[in-house]
């Protein structure tokens, strides 16, 4: 009996070794498809730096990257708001075209110039005759997965020149930024470069204001973990995410449960309008003109209800709710901050573009995932924002709404 355990155990051991090793061919093996057939440095060490940062990887605080510190805001200018950040230094520094390497080895091309913008090189000093605007949000804005010509601040000064050189487009976006990131990025660098309108999109990444307990089962932490880790897993899933009708994450979140406290989403949008009016203080204190863009975002779900982020019947819905599966809980993340930005637009006078109405019929043709644009989605919404701005820029009367100055 001992010997058909013993002999049963070394079985499994021994299918086990041989599925392991499997795999591990078949890891190496796109690894080196990558590093060689597409010329990505980084296939080959992919996933040391995910594994060597874990713990701050999992890490989910309201300022995250930089500690916040405010005075007294009484008679003080909004960039005097805070203390101990360093100025932008006036040097330009060697410009390089470079492929950036994502996860699975996908890449795409992009110009970081010397003012690490992903721009062409710009000077400091604004052309003149030309309008020149900036754009800032997060991976939105900076066009994560897509080349230069594909992005949103690239397709938009195109159409604005369509006719002639008259705009200067500032890439803006930042991957990953908050509304935290902005407004800080916004007195240490952007406002140097004295544009004549700011356009601000509510960027995605402000849910992360909201300390959440996701809730992840074992399979979601296992799926997380070779994502990161694993260029065949993690090239799969991104191409499976893809397809028109692919369901990205949802396979494996679908019924995972974000778990929060209501009022400190509460907390969160009121953090953002607080930014927001800053961030108009700032502007108007260096000439600049800000316009507010509401973001779209593709809802990974079978379900209609999650299509209208400016729905706020649904969102309203659901403020009293404390836990939400994934898309779900991003849905009303979203909705919340576009509907503040959308307030905060009427309340400050700003003109707001309803971008998160665009993509209300089958976005799935212009997402590559939940939040970034492929380029037909690029062309459209740049598109749309063209026409909103040349109506802006000829003076066509505004009408006040609930979503701001809509045109």
Request: glycine residues 8%; contains cysteine; proline residues 2%.
């Amino acid at each position: 009996m001992k010997q058909r355990k013993y002999t049963l155990g070394k079985s499994i051991l021994f299918s086990v070794i041989i599925v392991c090793v499997f795999f591990a061919a078949l890891e190496f093996t796109a690894r080196l498809y990558y590093f060689i057939k597409c010329g990505e440095k980084d296939a080959l060490t992919y996933g040391g730096k995910y594994i060597k940062n874990l713990n701050e990887l999992f890490l989910n605080s309201p300022y995250r990257q930089f500690n916040l510190r405010e005075k007294d805001e009484k008679n003080l200018k909004a960039e005097k708001l805070f203390v101990g950040r360093k100025k932008l230094k006036h040097t330009i520094t060697k410009s390089e075209s470079s492929r950036i390497t994502l996860e699975g080895g996908i890449g795409y091309r992009a110009y970081i110039n010397g003012y690490n913008y992903r721009n062409r090189d710009i000077t400091l000093e604004k052309p003149e005759g030309l309008i020149r605007i900036m754009i800032i949000g997060g991976s939105f804005v900076y066009g994560f997965m897509v080349d230069d010509d594909s992005t949103i601040p690239y397709l938009l000064e195109y159409e604005l020149n369509a006719d002639g050189l008259k705009y200067e487009v500032i890439n803006g976006g930042k991957c990953r930024a908050d509304i935290n990131d902005l407004f800080i990025d916004l007195i240490e660098k952007h406002k140097y470069f004295k544009p004549d309108y700011l356009i601000v999109f509510s960027n995605y990444n402000n849910h992360t204001m909201v300390s959440t307990d996701y809730g992840k089962s074992v399979l979601w932490h296992a799926a997380s973990f070779f994502y990161n880790t694993s260029v065949l897993y993690s090239s799969i899933y991104r191409k499976i995410s893809v397809l028109k009708y692919g369901k990205g994450q949802g396979f494996i979140l679908t019924g995972e449960k974000f778990k929060f406290d209501p009022q400190k989403v509460d907390s969160a949008v009121s953090i953002y309008n607080r930014r927001l009016e800053q961030l108009k203080i700032v502007c108007d204190e260096n000439g600049i003109k800000p316009i507010f863009g509401l973001q779209p975002i593709c809802i990974m779900s079978k379900s209609d209800m999650f299509k209208n982020t400016m729905s706020e019947s649904i969102i309203n819905s659901m403020r009293s709710k404390d836990a939400m599966e994934y898309w779900e809980f991003k849905y009303y993340m979203q909705g919340r901050f576009n509907l503040a930005m959308a307030d905060c637009g009427v309340k400050l006078n700003i003109p707001v573009f309803d971008g998160a109405t665009v993509f209300l019929d089958d976005p799935w043709k212009y997402f590559m995932d939940e939040i970034h644009l492929n380029r037909e989605g690029a062309v459209i919404f740049s598109n749309k924002l063209c026409d909103y701005l040349q109506a802006l820029f000829a003076g066509y009367p505004a009408v006040e709404s609930k979503k701001g100055l809509v045109l």
